[in-house]
């Protein structure tokens, strides 16, 4: 989005999935409009660490929203089940929450003697009104003594009848933590690590150590190329150059790569002469020769997203098989006994195996399953099944079987379920039941896929969280190892490292000082029913937001851009910058928007004109409506 030339009142809207519109409103404002909801409501309640033990102190953090007509003093209350005992405040004061300044943080500390589950319930009392209640279960591990080292303790891996992988989503890096907005909407994904840096050797040592003392003997590292036609440069591939090649895991845990070739014109081969002149050798001398990459009966293990995709790169079915041969082929010359190729494919277009068995690929794989309609647990188990036995009954193409544990998408869109860590573990039986049945010369006798390590963003994933602990990864060691069910999972405070999140924390904390002015309810709009926020951008010079002049509290974040001269008071010269509001329920275009503003350019003919652009959604391809002129004016015009 280029904004250089545009004075204007820019808004940039990272909006949820529900029902908005807009208001029309005086010149000079932006406006929209819904009907709050009023009184004390509970934002957040959560612990300090995403995994609790028992025998250590345990901060947890509320932070409570008066949203009603006048300022609230409330007393706050903590009800404790037998076993966890309040170590501070003893005596929590009430606290005043004015209607400007608008929320507060209380916090508590606990303890627990034991390990296991504890609800925790936090009263709030305010004269006047109906109590408010909010309750938190925590499942405590068991005590630990806590020790001091200088490095991840090496995992004790436990030994399985088949050979179980993970696929692993490599998209958290330091410099991307805007793909984090889908933890921060549901809290309860929050993983074991925090807000990982996947760059951080360490941090892939943790994974490996949870991974292998699970069953789990290696990851499949979704790799994205970032052009297509000369050498080969990657995206997201900081977590496997950078943390797994430079750990001290590097090698105990074996890792395949799945090529996401899915992004036409970048993510996959501009030609024949691409994949062999650029793209093949790059994989033999990075991966396929590293000591750690899956190789089966000799031949490396590779992953293909999209083989649609590459059948139309190559230039066509005929084509795309040669260069299939071609590459097993290379791959023999390099030393391997050949190549090993597997297709995804999840059962939406029967064809779609035909062509990948005449493409030549060993085998089908599902990176994860779909299954509409929000389903309940067993459901989302039963869909499995079906789809999973449908492939095997057609016969077309050998199978390796993958569980998936749930699905949200990154903005909770279209179908929502998951499958719990008990109801997952019979899922896992079910499917391992399917492979061992394979025929022994077929791949998926031997492998087994895991949906998905680490897919925060889009609500599927195994790697230990807040809400689950380690569940996922007990089912896995359950189902595929005799190993006791006895044993100790570690986390980093354990033995005196991490935190891994610094980049993220100090993100998060230039946010939670902003929230106070973001979220401060200045109501210079007049009544007007509906109206969601208004933005007049009349603040001083160097203020660090736009108010919300509605009464609403939904302020933007002012990054980039200068005050100058309006129509009516002051614009904004945006000069590439943003005004960029936090999520929020309430500006979601789940139906229909109205939005009213005054804008002007100071360069006539440009082609870019959007004026409200959905951007840094948390995904990679997230959903953007955009507002904007069909021509620009150098003269100030309104628009609805």
């Not at 925790?120 to 938190?136: E, N």
């Not at 949200?408 to 929502?416: A, F, I, K, R």
């Not at 996922?472 to 033995?495: K, T």
Request: a negative charge; proline letters at 8%; aromatic letters at 8%.
């Amino acid at each position: 989005m280029t904004a250089d030339h545009y004075r204007r009142f820019l808004l940039t809207l990272t909006p949820l999935v529900t029902t908005a519109w807009l208001f029309l409103g005086p010149p000079g404002l932006l406006s929209a409009c819904f009907a709050a909801e009023s009184g004390l409501v509970v934002r957040s309640f959560l612990s300090d660490p995403p995994i609790c033990r028992a025998g250590r102190p345990v901060g947890l953090t509320a932070t409570i929203v008066n949203d009603g007509p006048a300022d609230a003093d409330v007393t706050a209350t903590l009800t404790l089940p037998p076993g966890v005992r309040l170590v501070a405040p003893e005596a929590p004061a009430p606290v005043r929450i004015s209607t400007t300044d608008g929320e507060r943080q209380l916090r508590f500390i606990v303890e627990a003697q034991a390990g296991g589950p504890a609800e925790i319930v936090l009263d709030l009392a305010t004269p006047g009104s109906p109590p408010v209640k909010q309750s938190l279960t925590i499942d405590f591990l068991p005590p630990f003594a806590a020790q001091k080292l200088d490095a991840v303790p090496p995992a004790k891996p436990v030994a399985t009848d088949m050979l179980v992988g993970a696929i692993h989503c490599p998209l958290w890096e330091a410099d991307r933590i805007d793909l984090w907005r889908g933890v921060l909407r549901h809290p309860e994904r929050m993983p074991a690590l925090g807000l990982y840096t996947q760059e951080n050797p360490q941090v892939a040592d943790w994974e490996a150590k949870w991974a292998l003392e699970h069953g789990i003997s290696f990851f499949v590292y979704c790799w994205y190329r970032s052009g297509e036609g000369g050498p080969v440069k990657t995206r997201f591939g900081r977590g496997l150059h950078d943390g797994y090649m430079k750990s001290q895991a590097a090698g105990k845990l074996k890792f395949a790569i799945l090529w996401e070739n899915q992004s036409e014109g970048i993510g996959g081969v501009a030609d024949e002469r691409d994949l062999f002149d650029n793209l093949l050798p790059y994989w033999i001398d990075n991966y396929f020769k590293h000591p750690g990459y899956l190789q089966v009966d000799g031949k490396p293990v590779l992953f293909i997203y999209e083989t649609d995709r590459f059948i139309q790169d190559l230039g066509g079915p005929e084509p795309a098989a040669r260069a299939i041969e071609k590459m097993r082929a290379a791959c023999q010359a390099a030393g391997f006994k050949g190549l090993t190729l597997l297709g995804e494919d999840r059962g939406f277009v029967p064809a779609k195996l035909d062509r990948m068995a005449a493409l030549g690929v060993d085998a089908s794989f599902a990176y994860c399953w779909y299954v509409a309609s929000n389903p309940t647990p067993d459901e989302a188990a039963v869909r499995q099944l079906e789809l999973i036995r449908n492939t095997r009954d057609r016969g077309v193409l050998p199978q390796v079987v993958t569980a998936s544990q749930g699905w949200s998408g990154w903005h909770d869109e279209g179908t929502v379920w998951s499958v719990p860590p008990r109801r997952f573990e019979q899922l896992l039986r079910d499917t391992k039941e399917i492979a061992l049945a394979s025929p022994k010369d077929q791949l998926g006798s031997r492998i087994f896929l895991l949906d998905n390590w680490n897919e925060w963003g889009e609500g599927h994933s195994i790697a230990p969280c807040r809400e689950h602990g380690f569940g996922y990864l007990d089912a896995v060691r359950n189902v595929f190892s005799s190993a006791p069910q006895e044993h100790v999972d570690l986390l980093p405070e354990d033995v005196g490292l991490g935190p891994y999140d610094a980049p993220a924390r100090a993100a998060l904390a230039r946010r939670e000082e902003l929230r106070p002015l973001l979220t401060r309810r200045l109501n210079e709009a007049g009544p007007h029913s509906g109206l969601v926020a208004r933005w007049s951008f009349d603040e001083p010079a160097g203020t660090p937001v736009a108010f919300d002049i509605s009464g609403n509290r939904l302020g933007g974040e002012v990054l980039g851009v200068e005050r100058v001269p309006g129509i009516v008071g002051t614009a904004i010269d945006c000069r590439g910058g943003v005004v960029l509001v936090p999520d929020d329920p309430r500006l979601s275009v789940g139906n229909a928007l109205t939005i009213d503003c005054w804008v002007k350019t100071d360069v006539a003919g440009q082609n870019d004109t959007w004026i409200v652009n959905r951007i840094q959604g948390g995904g990679l391809t997230p959903p953007r409506p955009r507002w904007g002129f069909r021509r620009s004016n150098t003269s100030w015009r309104r628009g609805c």
